[in-house]
């Protein structure tokens, strides 16, 4: 199975930060990455597909971009609505599998 | 507006059975495939199974495949978690998502339903 390896696991920043999460591969995937959104108790938000493609009505301060094995999720500017946790999921083959979460707390 | 709604979680013992539900509303249903994804408490996200849209083609994580079953009816618009021989890791929360129509990601996703297996 293909493993995911997100980092940082969890990060501190300030409403207007500039924030980036890494998602390595464990091997080449071409562009089939997607990057999710969760908060407490709520079922998670799918954010951009494809690597780069944003979903309709997600803020375009959030931006993904990588290929092959390294992708990167881009919240330009954070916002106090953004404090959640962040997944990357591999669309490349079965088994699908997750990354093991990005925490992004409040500084 | 698009809906899953999940159902049929609960408490039940190691080696137990549960059967869970999704129904779908606000789409067309015969024409998405469908998957399970479930959630440790406190703990990330695990992909569990996936059907197509006409139910041909079907995938299992390996840590469920034989004893879980996805299935659906397109006619009631459901789709359905057979899980058998039940073990304390299997304790999550149970999503049911429509994949994306252009790749395999998950763009709507229930609020789950929460299955414990404990003795």
């Known amino acids: 199975a293909i493993q995911l390896t997100q980092s940082p696991s969890s990060l501190s920043a300030s409403v207007g930060d500039r924030v980036t999460i890494s998602c390595r591969a464990s091997?080449?995937?071409?562009?089939?990455l997607a990057w999710y959104q969760q908060k407490p108790g709520i079922a998670p938000q799918l954010l951009i597909c494809?690597?780069?493609s944003l979903q309709s009505g997600v803020p375009s301060r959030f931006s993904g971009s990588g290929s092959g094995t390294d992708f990167t999720l881009t919240i330009s500017s954070l916002q106090p609505e953004d404090f959640a946790t962040y997944y990357c999921?591999?669309?490349?083959?079965?088994?699908?599998?997750f990354g093991g979460g990005t925490k992004v707390e409040i500084k | 507006q698009v809906q899953v709604v999940e159902s049929g979680g609960g408490v039940v013992q190691p080696g137990g059975s549960l059967r869970l539900s999704c129904a779908a509303s606000?789409?067309?249903?015969?024409?998405?495939?469908m998957h399970w994804v479930r959630q440790s408490p406190g703990k990330g996200l695990e992909w569990v199974a996936a059907?197509?849209?006409?139910?041909?083609?079907?995938y299992y994580a390996d840590s469920v495949r034989g004893r879980f079953t996805i299935s659906r009816d397109n006619h009631d618009n459901t789709l359905i978690l057979q899980m058998n021989s039940l073990r304390p890791e299997d304790t999550a929360v149970y999503h049911c998502?429509?994949?994306?129509?252009?790749?395999?990601?998950?763009?709507?996703w229930g609020q789950g339903t929460l299955v414990i297996v404990s003795s």
């Open positions: 998502a429509r994949e994306e129509m252009a790749t395999i990601a998950f763009d709507f």
């Open positions: 606000g789409f067309t249903f015969r024409s998405s495939a």
């Open positions: 059907i197509s849209s006409d139910g041909n083609n079907i």
């Open positions: 091997q080449g995937i071409f562009n089939a």
């Open positions: 494809d690597a780069s």
């Open positions: 999921q591999q669309s490349f083959d079965y088994p699908l599998t």
